[in-house]
């Protein structure tokens, strides 16, 4: 079956780029406020499962009356007229004196049918016919699109003049136009070229799926991370209560870093879910209850019989030698001995005790310093009202959108009362386990609604 291509033409500035953009979710392609952004033309493959098809973003008309005259000098009658076109683009002279007209043109050519966009909020004027007759020339089906950028003063007048040269004619608006608005469009451009209407409804019924499972993947992303995030604990073990006292901070730190870059994580899948590469994002951090450091977690612990011998094998190599310690200390298991916390050496470590509680024989224990799980019960709405507020905004974000993407702190706060109160049972008794970290089963299944 022939893919169905797409070529979006017209003047310089009137949204070219940011509807191909937008239809093809794809947040690479150049968008300017500078007229003259896109000076070559620019295949983009939209892929679906089963099917898919080509939009070709073109640079804007220049000399378009210019142009025009050419092709009139060119061709006698109307029946010579795509062939002038045809002659126009492979001219020397018409490539060195027309590169744009040559770039936006030559797609037509080989096949392509016209989209041709035009601002609303600017008025009509007859400077545009030359551009409309020159696409007529081409002989390909066309549509008309009206963007209405900055507001829609004009449309009529644009529509009763595009309507002379184009049958179908539409607003489409690339920032704002929804996932269903798309779906009309791409509805239209089926009916353009006959043949073509099998894989272009082949792409609506793809992209309709894509969307749904899309949503699917929301929520087993948002089910991790709950599950991740409520069970994450960090522990070392040490000698006595001074030392775990004296590592809390960086317990602490280390905790609260896992956590956020833990968040972060599923935030970029989400957006990956959705296509979105080039997003900024302003999002105040998640923010963790102050003290999670509980004295009462530190563990009492013993070495086995086993561990005992080979503490006395290490040390008794090792004594007094620092950096031996050290592995002396991991071979131990007394945790792992990592990053920040081996800027405290064998200070903290504490190589003389381990001597002494050799020659002593026994006993040999310690505590385990633990920092979290977060036993708030509040916790899991905090997260889930975040994922699903910024899920609800890259969802409906368009592609052709540039700027940073902010997300106000209130409107946040705001979506997770509204979220706890309105939860229903099972998902309460979810959160409730969660805080307990007792496992879930289908969570993923129990969010779902979340992102109806
Ligand atoms: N607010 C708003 N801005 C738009 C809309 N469409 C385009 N723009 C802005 O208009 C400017 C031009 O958009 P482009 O998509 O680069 O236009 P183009 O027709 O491809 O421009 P050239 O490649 O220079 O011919 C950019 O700053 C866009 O952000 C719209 O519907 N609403
Ligand atoms: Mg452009």
Known sequence: MKRASFAVVGHPNKGKSSIVSTLARNDEIKISQHSGTTNHANKVSVETARSGYELVDTPGFQRPAKVLNWLKQHANSADQRANAVARFIEDADCQKNFPDEVELLTPLVKGAAILYVVDGSRPYGAEYEAEMEILRWTGQPSMALIN????????????????????????????KADFEKQLELLAAFAHLKPEWSTTLNLVTEDLTAARLAQKENCSVILARLLEDLCLYQTSQKVLDKPQAEKIQPLLAKTYQYWMVDREQKSIQELFAVYAHFHTDLSMDRLNLPPDLFDCEQWYMWGLSKQQLLTVGVITGAAAGAAADMMVAGQSLMLGAVGGGLLGLGSAWFGADKLVDAKLKGLPLGGYEACYGPIKNKNFPYVIIGRFVYLYQQVSQRNHAIRKTMEINSIALNEQIKVLEKSAQKELHSACDKLVKQKPVENLAALLAPLFE
């Not at 900055?150 to 920032?175: C, G």
């Open 148 to 175: 209405p950028i900055e507001s829609d003063a004009h449309i009529e007048a644009w529509s009763n003049a595009l309507a002379q040269y184009f049958k179908t004619v539409r607003i489409f608006n690339p920032m």
